[in-house]
């Protein structure tokens, strides 16, 4: 029998897991190692997973209920599973700016599980950066004011009816997205959250769904923002996945960010996205 085994990426964010396969019975002892190494890693990498959508699914449950996107199309036949998709004629994808999925709900999904089904031969990576770092790197002066504040998150003006891609010429989104109506709600988070699964601080705000700080103006907002953004995304936080068929990237929404790379055009990329169901984040 393979022994699970745990190997950090040696950039900024993430861990490689090896020794599991997900199409076989995992033991309880390896899902709790690999929840625990999801909290202290932020992402988990894993290869050579040819899985089909019932193992995957089967795999996600062990961890948490899964949290179906309203936005996202789902796979046909499977709800529980959101396409990620670009065809070869398609200029825009999902995903393709600094963000941390679900920041815009009360209760944040976990994290999902990312499983790659037909890649490009090159291009089509995605870079995940560690808000746990991103925080500690932070001075202690700035942590402290930080402590104090929340920031309100939105999904509206990525995924509501007056969101910008409605607009661009070259929206070709098309039903990859759905149920712009339901983007209607706002949610309130700690700037500074303590991690549920490790109880460390990590960095709880991001490019794509923070929309401003609790209290302060617009412009107060956006100038303290637009610091931590580009804290958070300096390459010592980073760590960039060459996906293939078969792999796995497994993150954490409360301790990591994500961006998909957009430098494949003509080329297709397909993706089958698990969400797990959260909980209420915490300072
Ligand atoms: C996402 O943001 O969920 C998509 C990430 C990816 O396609 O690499």
Redesign the pocket.
């Known amino acids: 029998m393979n022994k699970l085994t745990i190997e950090p990426s040696g950039g900024g964010v993430g861990a490689f897991v090896s020794g599991i396969d997900l199409n076989g019975k995992i033991s309880a002892d390896d899902i709790s190692s690999v929840r625990n190494a999801l909290g202290d890693h932020g992402v988990l990498f894993l290869r050579n997973q040819q899985i089909s959508p019932e193992h995957h699914i089967a795999f996600a449950e062990q961890f948490a209920e899964i949290n179906i996107n309203r936005f996202?199309t789902p796979v046909a036949d499977y709800p529980k599973i959101?396409e990620?998709r670009k065809e070869p004629d398609q200029k825009k994808?999902?995903?393709g700016g600094w963000?941390t999925?679900h920041s815009y709900d009360t209760d944040p999904a976990i994290g999902?599980i990312?499983l790659a089904l037909e890649t490009p031969p090159t291009g089509?990576?995605?870079i995940f950066a560690s808000m746990y770092s991103a925080y500690e790197t932070l001075s202690d002066g700035l942590k402290e004011t930080l402590s104090r504040l929340r920031a309100t998150h939105s999904s509206r003006h990525v995924f509501g009816p007056d969101a910008p891609r409605f607009k661009e010429k070259d929206n070709d989104i098309g039903d990859r997205l759905r149920n712009a109506d339901t983007a209607t709600q706002d949610a309130v988070h700690p700037m500074i959250i303590r991690h549920p699964i490790s109880g460390r601080k990590a960095l709880y705000v991001n490019p794509g769904f923070t929309v401003g700080i609790e209290g302060w103006a617009e412009k107060e907002s956006k100038a303290l923002l637009e610091m931590l953004y580009e804290h958070a995304k300096q390459p010592e936080h980073l760590y960039r996945f060459q996906?293939a068929p078969g792999s796995i990237?497994f993150w954490d929404n409360r301790a990591t960010w994500?961006?998909?790379?957009n430098d494949y055009h003509g080329k297709r990329?397909l993706?089958h996205?698990v969400t797990l169901s959260g909980e209420a984040l915490a300072a």
């Open positions: 996202f959101a990620v994808n999902i995903g963000h999925d999902s990312l089509g990576d995605t996906w990237a994500h961006h998909a790379v990329r993706m996205r």
